[in-house]
């Protein structure tokens, strides 16, 4: 039984709980205890690199996610509540570690952790607002080991609730932010008016004061005290919900008196380009819009007059510690102006073989579409007969629609082809179906050629022609 236990022997290790300042950390009496000092000097050979994604597809930093597991982590992480916040996962692909016995193995285990929960953490708020209740992460992990080699490690994560929150008061929160959502009222349509009117609504009914939830949607939309964070998060949840790609961007700002911590949104248009957006900024005693859809180029025309790119210093770095670097789209160096980008098109009325169709194209960005007319639809025939319509198939060769092939025939596609213009195809002369001679899709010389060869080869005993038409 003693060596049964020894050679299946699984551990708690490095339960740690992440601030912005410090990552302490304990573990059980069997494991070698880490101190503050240790784990940073662990961390300070990791920062997460993030991968290479395209925005114009993505806007999410879920996809800047380098493995599977961290992506599965993310999603515990979006699903989870105060009181369901404990996330446990077995790792799909264990890391390439030395042997347990070697006295590195705990120090690359708990990097290896660390690059594998910071990033799908950090990723995860960023990503959701109503991850509004939690600012720290904690996390440890459990390992099976078979002689010496490791056999298994499952991942546990805590997502621990920031000051002032709690269980019992979050369902309540959510009801009133849901209130809220429900309470107004955005017209839909153009999506740049759209988001003007994100835009207004918080300028109007935020007092900007840093307050207890004034981080994050709850203080935004409930009590309408909100910093920097807690307005581009607002913003960005209006986005999410009318589905306009939209990311909340964290960097340092420069103002007139000074440098410091900042957020703000990047908004992807229909032109496919990204666009500045900054609530914070524009809510002064009225409503500007200096920083409204701008471009990494633009000089806002009441306030420092430096470009966005110089007076907004995006840097990715969630923690501040250098740990989790996130990359951001490059803005448009101009400001947002519309142009017309209509979609694929929807197709109003369905062409058949008697009728023409319709086709609506809509701009992607605006109301304003246009509609284009479908061709009737070639005959279906299944035998002598459309499977659509039940219409008489065509005989072949008849160009009159008398359904007799003589010599009038011959005229009237002769005069057809002579009278037809080149460039549009249109003849001042009209043929029947059965025109098409040889019955390739096309009426040419050839149809007549075939015809006339038909009509030479007739037998005069038996009315019928050696030449078959329509092959």
Known sequence: MKKRFFRYLTLIVLLCLLTAQAIPASALDTVRFYTTEMQYAALSDFAFQAGAVDFSASHKYRDQLLT?????????????????????????????????????????????????????????????????????????????????????????????????FSGADYDSMCREIQDVLQSVSFETGNRRELLRQFHDYLCETIVYIDSSYAHNIYGALVKGEAVCEGYAKSFKLFCDLYEIPCMLITGNA????????????????????????????????????????????????????????????????????????????????????????????????????????????????????????????????????????????????????DSVLNCKDVTRLARYLATRNPLTGVSELAVSEGADCNGDGKINSADLTCLLRYLANIDPATGKSSVELGK
């Open 254 to 401: 420069v103002t007139s008196t000074g440098f410091g911590p900042h957020a703000w949104n990047a908004v992807r248009m229909e032109d496919g380009n990204w666009y500045a957006v900054d609530v914070t900024w524009d809510d002064q005693d009225e409503i500007y819009y200096d920083f409204f859809l701008i471009g990494s180029q633009t000089v806002p025309a009441s306030f420092l007059k430096i470009t966005f790119e110089e007076s907004h210093l995006a840097d990715g770095d969630f923690y501040g510690n250098g740990v989790v670097k996130m990359d951001f789209p490059a803005l448009s160096a101009q400001t947002y102006t519309h142009t017309h980008v209509y979609d694929e098109g929807t197709v109003t009325v369905t062409p058949t073989c008697q009728n023409e169709g319709t086709v609506y194209y809509a701009c992607l960005g605006c109301e304003i579409g246009y509609s284009e007319t479908l061709s009737k639809l070639a005959h279906d025939y299944v035998g002598s007969r459309c499977s659509m319509c039940g219409a008489q198939a065509p005989v072949f060769g008849d160009c009159t629609g």
């Open 68 to 164: 599977d597991d961290q992506k599965a982590l993310y999603d515990l992480f979006v699903c989870s509540t105060p009181s369901d916040n404990v996330c446990m996962m077995d790792l799909e692909t264990l890391p390439p570690l030395p042997a347990v016995s070697d006295p590195r193995f705990q120090t690359e285990l708990a990097a290896y952790l660390s690059e594998l929960v910071l990033p799908a953490y950090a990723a995860a708020v960023q990503d959701t607002p109503m991850l509004f209740w939690t600012g720290r992460i904690g996390y440890s992990c459990s390992y099976s080991i078979r002689g010496t080699e490791l056999e298994s490690v499952t991942v546990i994560c805590s997502a621990v609730p920031s000051d002032g």
